[in-house]
């Protein structure tokens, strides 16, 4: 019997898989995979900072070892369109000399990302659909439809010299979509029939029992939901929980509700979803932000960001009264429809607690089921490993704690017939048809990016050299009265490598009054909260330094309670 997994030349170059992020940690997933001289990138993503980094908007991989490398990847190739997966794309394309494979959502939430960092990918980006083939250089890519929280994401099959390797991207068994795509578990089943060199597969819901359920096991949770709400209903989720978006609309239109979208990214993500005939919004039920007013508040719901509780989302302005259109009343019922990421639960605290404070009822994932995930569970993990019964398991998608639980089940799914390889960001892994092993490290770590996008960060330190030789840094020292919200004295402004010249003199005589002006503009409610207080003063400080003086220091506000 000819072996399924035996290179056709024994004297090929083997084949190399370079994970720079994703793999002990979530989000930032970006994969590159080679043979020869072919060279592909798989996803490019980000991860957003938790608050020990103030002043930074995104993390994404660092790309030395892709640069170092002296020529640039073929291609990128891309799973879906959730942030950790395409976020990082502005920031890798430079190193991209070829097409961007994404299916039509993922490119129209791409093309978005590069006019806003002033880039012309029109010629690059390149739409594929499930079951779609395209070859790049010695690979031969072909797209599997997987079934995930957002439409429109497919897994990778990359046919290789060495044999053949499936990546999953993020993925969950829903057997009733709501968009009627289910997971291509037939073409699954073929290529596993036919052998399957690696499979690389998400491991973040491992350590979850049974089965992750479909975005319709929501419906009852909201149906009740919306019986009961005599007010507003606020329902907060991520930007592209489209599938989830969709049951909504299907029940405001069955609950003679008006429908409003809130906050930037749910409003962008929910016309480009419309526009390419992914969302249904039926004529006449969606109202804008600006006409909720004019509704009676039981006749309207609104969707918006911020369930992660981020300071200048759209629901932490409406939790401290400080939205232009939205305010919460006693009637009105606030639903946290996500998961929520770990480290930011004491900022999704404070929001609940907001909310709370205007007499409105908040409801969450502990309280009633109105979240799916859309990362497949435990048993989902196991059929996917029946399925495809590789010659080599490589878990990626987790932290250490999921990426070994995932070795544990393939080595009891596949009886050990599968050898399983952990590995970290920065394995270089070097496969042929008989073996997969670790050969060295790859220079990996991260960059930090603020708003003019430079920064760099080791693991631990942050290291933002360029942008401190740049611009510098200036820190407003605040003491803020925890129960009042007034400044107490004056506030203090300690810069380093901020050149003091014609144009920054002035602005430093008036930066205590600035800083005082940005304080006393906000709310109490907002001032008393020193997550939001800080994001304000970041953004509003930036803003009048760089109006005054053109320059883009790194502001880092320092507010004391007292």
Same mark, same amino acid.
């Given at each position: 019997?000819?072996?399924?997994?035996? %290179?056709?030349?024994?004297?090929?170059?083997?084949?190399?898989?370079?994970?720079?992020?994703?793999?002990?940690?979530?989000?930032?997933?970006?994969?590159?995979?080679?043979?020869?001289?072919?060279?592909?990138?798989?996803?490019?993503?980000?991860?957003?900072?938790?608050?020990?980094?103030?002043?930074?908007?995104?993390?994404?991989?660092?790309?030395?070892?892709?640069?170092?490398?002296?020529?640039?990847?073929?291609?990128?190739?891309?799973?879906?369109?959730?942030?950790?997966?395409?976020?990082?794309?502005?920031?890798?394309?430079?190193?991209?000399?070829?097409?961007?494979?994404?299916? *039509?959502?993922?490119? /129209?939430?791409?093309?978005?990302?590069?006019?806003?960092?002033?880039?012309?990918?029109?010629?690059?980006?390149?739409?594929? +659909?499930?079951?779609?083939?395209?070859?790049?250089?010695?690979?031969?890519?072909?797209?599997?439809?997987?079934?995930?929280?957002?439409?429109?994401?497919?897994?990778?099959?990359?046919?290789?010299?060495?044999?053949?390797?499936?990546?999953?991207?993020?993925? +969950?068994?829903?057997?009733?979509?709501?968009?009627?795509?289910?997971?291509?578990?037939?073409?699954?089943?073929?290529?596993?029939?036919?052998?399957?060199? /690696?499979?690389?597969?998400?491991?973040?819901?491992?350590?979850?029992?049974?089965?992750?359920?479909?975005?319709?096991?929501?419906?009852?949770?909201?149906?009740?939901?919306?019986?009961?709400?005599?007010?507003?209903?606020?329902?907060?989720?991520?930007?592209? !929980?489209?599938?989830?978006?969709?049951?909504?609309?299907?029940?405001?239109?069955?609950?003679?509700?008006?429908?409003?979208?809130?906050?930037?990214?749910?409003?962008?993500?929910?016309?480009?979803?419309?526009?390419?005939?992914?969302?249904?919004?039926?004529?006449?039920?969606?109202?804008?932000? %600006?006409?909720?007013? !004019?509704?009676?508040?039981?006749?309207?719901?609104?969707?918006?960001?911020?369930?992660?509780?981020?300071?200048?989302?759209?629901?932490?302005?409406?939790?401290?009264?400080?939205?232009?259109?939205? +305010?919460?009343?006693?009637?009105?019922?606030?639903?946290?429809?996500?998961?929520? @990421?770990?480290?930011?639960?004491?900022? @999704?605290?404070?929001?609940?607690?907001?909310?709370?404070?205007?007499?409105?009822?908040?409801?969450?994932?502990?309280?009633?089921?109105?979240?799916? !995930?859309?990362?497949?569970?435990?048993?989902?993990? +196991?059929?996917?490993?029946?399925?495809?019964?590789?010659?080599?398991?490589?878990?990626?998608?987790?932290?250490?704690?999921?990426?070994?639980?995932?070795?544990?089940?393939?080595?009891?799914?596949?009886?050990?017939?599968?050898?399983?390889?952990?590995? !970290?960001?920065?394995?270089?892994?070097?496969?042929?048809?008989?073996?997969?092993?670790?050969?060295?490290?790859?220079?990996?770590?991260?960059?930090?990016?603020?708003?003019?996008?430079?920064?760099?960060?080791?693991?631990?330190?942050?290291?933002?050299?360029?942008?401190?030789?740049?611009?510098?840094?200036?820190?407003?020292?605040? /003491? @803020?009265?925890?129960?009042?919200?007034?400044?107490?004295?004056?506030?203090?402004? @300690?810069?380093?490598?901020?050149?003091?010249?014609?144009?920054?003199?002035?602005?430093?005589?008036?930066?205590?009054?600035?800083?005082?002006?940005?304080?006393?503009? *906000? %709310?109490?409610?907002?001032?008393?909260?020193?997550?939001?207080?800080?994001?304000?003063?970041?953004?509003?400080?930036?803003? *009048?330094?760089?109006?005054?003086?053109?320059?883009?220091?790194?502001?880092?506000?320092?507010?004391?309670?007292?």
């Amino acid at each position: 019997m000819t072996d399924p997994w035996a %290179s056709p030349d024994p004297t090929a170059p083997a084949l190399e898989i370079v994970p720079l992020g994703g793999l002990r940690e979530f989000g930032m997933n970006m994969m590159l995979i080679s043979y020869g001289e072919t060279t592909i990138v798989v996803d490019a993503g980000v991860m957003f900072p938790d608050a020990e980094l103030p002043g930074v908007d995104l993390i994404v991989p660092d790309l030395a070892y892709l640069t170092d490398r002296g020529r640039k990847a073929q291609a990128l190739v891309l799973t879906h369109g959730h942030e950790d997966h395409i976020g990082g794309v502005p920031y890798v394309w430079p190193h991209i000399d070829g097409p961007v494979y994404g299916t *039509a959502l993922t490119l /129209a939430m791409i093309e978005r990302k590069l006019e806003e960092h002033d880039i012309d990918g029109r010629r690059q980006l390149t739409r594929v +659909k499930p079951r779609d083939r395209v070859t790049v250089g010695a690979f031969e890519i072909e797209f599997l439809r997987v079934t995930h929280s957002m439409p429109d994401c497919v897994a990778l099959a990359i046919h290789t010299p060495v044999g053949t390797l499936i990546h999953t991207g993020d993925f +969950k068994i829903d057997q009733t979509p709501l968009d009627g795509e289910h997971l291509d578990l037939h073409r699954f089943a073929e290529l596993g029939a036919r052998g399957v060199l /690696a499979l690389l597969a998400d491991s973040t819901n491992v350590d979850r029992p049974g089965f992750s359920g479909s975005e319709r096991d929501v419906v009852p949770a909201f149906e009740e939901i919306f019986t009961g709400c005599r007010g507003k209903l606020v329902v907060a989720l991520f930007s592209s !929980s489209l599938h989830r978006i969709q049951v909504l609309v299907e029940l405001a239109e069955q609950f003679d509700r008006r429908i409003a979208f809130v906050g930037r990214g749910v409003v962008e993500n929910t016309e480009i979803a419309q526009r390419l005939g992914l969302l249904d919004v039926p004529t006449g039920l969606q109202i804008r932000d %600006s006409d909720v007013r !004019s509704f009676p508040a039981g006749d309207v719901l609104l969707v918006t960001t911020g369930s992660q509780g981020e300071p200048m989302a759209a629901l932490s302005r409406i939790a401290i009264d400080d939205h232009r259109h939205v +305010k919460l009343e006693e009637d009105d019922t606030v639903v946290f429809s996500a998961r929520s @990421i770990p480290g930011n639960e004491k900022q @999704i605290g404070r929001v609940m607690n907001h909310i709370a404070y205007r007499g409105a009822e908040v409801i969450h994932e502990g309280l009633k089921h109105v979240h799916v !995930s859309g990362h497949g569970s435990a048993e989902e993990l +196991k059929l996917m490993l029946s399925l495809v019964r590789p010659k080599f398991f490589i878990p990626v998608h987790g932290e250490y704690r999921q990426l070994s639980r995932h070795a544990r089940i393939a080595a009891q799914v596949t009886g050990g017939e599968s050898e399983v390889v952990l590995i !970290s960001d920065g394995d270089i892994v070097r496969m042929d048809a008989d073996s997969a092993r670790v050969v060295g490290k790859a220079p990996c770590g991260r960059v930090l990016i603020d708003g003019s996008r430079i920064g760099e960060v080791g693991d631990e330190v942050l290291r933002d050299r360029k942008h401190l030789s740049n611009d510098g840094l200036v820190m407003p020292v605040v /003491a @803020i009265n925890q129960q009042t919200g007034a400044v107490e004295g004056v506030p203090d402004i @300690i810069t380093r490598g901020f050149v003091i010249d014609d144009r920054t003199e002035s602005l430093m005589k008036d930066a205590s009054a600035i800083v005082t002006e940005i304080i006393e503009g *906000a %709310s109490v409610e907002e001032r008393t909260d020193i997550g939001l207080i800080k994001e304000r003063l970041r953004v509003d400080l930036q803003r *009048a330094v760089r109006r005054r003086s053109g320059r883009r220091p790194l502001v880092l506000p320092v507010v004391m309670e007292i």
